[in-house]
């Protein structure tokens, strides 16, 4: 008997995106895993804390039956790695932050120097962190056009410092098998930093030539990687 497909296995791709985003920023993503036959969630996130973000993720994951592939972005790597749900059968980060137990978003983002290109973030008045206008050109998506650029500073929402300074516990990244999307042209996360991450969690490694935002700029990178999860696990 050969092995069902994702199709038949009624396979759920839940993708949670990071800082500064919504779940927008997967439309070019979702449409073509939706033709396919994939059920797909854009995983809402509040960025009040670490922990109300895993829970939020948590609560989405009880609304989805049968088997999960689950794809975060950025902060949300973390935040994937933070969830236990047993439906989830793999792990794709995409240009993401991966912490170990009893580490920070904070420690492994600034485990390398920063890109110069990128901005000096700081909380604002009200304690949340904003992401400058400017700098989605220059540091979080390079390659996107005018239009999606426009996009992104629009729909941005500010993440609070409870979010990346809260030590995690033991991430599933340990249990489960994952897949790493390395953006080597990463001004935000570095290239050496993700890599670093993804041998440390003995992860898949993808590394495509994308900015920090390849479910935008880069469509079928993100796709390829997630379409080889869903394959393995449906295969295993």
Same mark, same amino acid.
């Given at each position: &008997?050969?092995?069902? !497909?994702? $199709?038949?296995?009624?396979?759920?791709?839940?993708?949670?995106?990071?800082?500064?985003?919504?779940?927008?920023?997967? +439309?070019?993503?979702?449409?073509?895993?939706?033709?396919?036959g994939?059920s797909?969630?854009?995983?809402?996130?509040?960025?009040?804390?670490?922990?109300?973000? %895993?829970?939020?993720?948590?609560?989405?994951l009880?609304?989805?039956?049968?088997?999960?592939?689950?794809?975060?972005?950025?902060?949300?790597?973390a935040?994937?790695?933070?969830?236990?749900?047993?439906?989830?059968? +793999? @792990?794709?980060? *995409?240009?993401?932050?991966?912490? =170990?137990?009893?580490?920070? *978003?904070a =420690? %492994?983002?600034? $485990?390398?120097?920063?890109?110069?290109? +990128?901005?000096?973030l700081?909380?604002?008045?009200?304690? @949340?962190?904003?992401?400058?206008?400017?700098?989605?050109?220059?540091?979080?998506?390079?390659?996107?056009? /005018?239009?999606?650029?426009? %996009? @992104?500073?629009?729909?941005?929402?500010?993440?609070?410092?409870?979010?990346?300074?809260?030590?995690?516990?033991?991430?599933?990244? /340990?249990?489960?098998?994952?897949?790493f @999307?390395?953006?080597?042209d990463?001004? &935000?996360?570095?290239?050496?930093?993700? !890599?670093?991450?993804?041998?440390?969690?003995?992860?898949?490694?993808?590394?495509?030539?994308?900015?920090h935002?390849?479910m935008?700029?880069?469509?079928?990178?993100?796709l390829?990687?997630? $379409?080889?999860?869903?394959?393995?696990?449906?295969?295993?």
């Amino acid at each position: &008997m050969s092995p069902r !497909s994702p $199709r038949d296995q009624k396979m759920h791709v839940v993708l949670v995106h990071g800082a500064w985003a919504d779940g927008s920023g997967w +439309a070019k993503v979702i449409a073509p895993l939706v033709a396919e036959g994939f059920s797909v969630t854009a995983a809402p996130l509040p960025l009040t804390s670490y922990g109300d973000d %895993v829970e939020a993720l948590e609560q989405t994951l009880e609304h989805r039956a049968g088997p999960v592939i689950l794809a975060g972005h950025a902060y949300a790597g973390a935040v994937i790695s933070g969830v236990r749900s047993d439906k989830v059968k +793999a @792990l794709v980060y *995409v240009a993401a932050l991966a912490p =170990d137990e009893g580490e920070t *978003v904070a =420690d %492994v983002f600034y $485990r390398t120097e920063i890109d110069p290109r +990128a901005p000096h973030l700081a909380p604002a008045d009200n304690g @949340l962190i904003y992401y400058p206008r400017e700098a989605f050109a220059a540091a979080y998506a390079q390659n996107a056009t /005018k239009d999606e650029l426009a %996009v @992104l500073a629009a729909v941005q929402r500010p993440i609070s410092p409870a979010c990346i300074m809260s030590p995690v516990g033991q991430p599933l990244w /340990k249990e489960r098998p994952s897949w790493f @999307l390395i953006a080597e042209d990463d001004r &935000m996360i570095a290239a050496a930093n993700q !890599s670093f991450m993804a041998a440390r969690m003995q992860a898949v490694q993808c590394p495509f030539a994308v900015d920090h935002t390849p479910m935008i700029t880069a469509p079928d990178t993100v796709l390829q990687v997630i $379409r080889e999860a869903a394959a393995t696990v449906a295969d295993a």
